[in-house]
């Protein structure tokens, strides 16, 4: 049986207040209330996911020059990392405002496709 979950609402302090409306594989929604216990956690450990950025490599290159460190304060725009490929530089960038979380290169590595650069929190 396939479907998916989504929670109609929640109250302040994270507990549950609303229904939970699981789809069935027919389309129809079937409420279901939810332990408040576990709603809060759930929803407190998505928004957390939801806050952190990561900064993926998209191609296979060299790491030439590390900017930014962890605990670096960065706008959106902001240059992390420079990566070279073919004799070209690339900069990559943060995509939001935030804190460099983690820098998951130095300098002289070599990063292929869909590798962590960064954690931008």
């Known amino acids: 049986m396939r479907g998916y979950a989504l929670l109609r609402s929640v109250c302040p302090g994270g507990r549950a207040c609303g229904r939970l409306w699981i789809w069935s594989w027919r389309g129809r929604p079937a409420p279901t209330r939810l332990m408040i216990g576990y709603v809060g956690r759930t929803v407190a450990r998505e928004r957390a996911v939801e806050m952190a950025e990561e900064i993926r490599a998209e191609m296979v290159a060299n790491v030439w020059k590390v900017v930014a460190s962890?605990?670096?304060?960065?706008?959106?725009?902001?240059?992390?990392?420079?990566?070279?490929?073919?004799?070209?530089?690339?900069?990559?960038?943060?995509?939001?405002?935030?804190?460099?979380?983690?820098?998951?290169?130095?300098?002289?590595?070599?990063?292929?496709?869909?590798?962590?650069?960064?954690?931008?929190?």
Do not use: C
């Open 70 to 121: 962890a605990g670096d304060t960065v706008s959106e725009g902001d240059t992390l990392v420079i990566l070279e490929s073919m004799k070209m530089e690339i900069p990559v960038v943060s995509e939001s405002d935030g804190v460099v979380q983690e820098l998951a290169v130095n300098e002289g590595d070599v990063v292929q496709d869909g590798d962590l650069i960064a954690v931008i929190g």
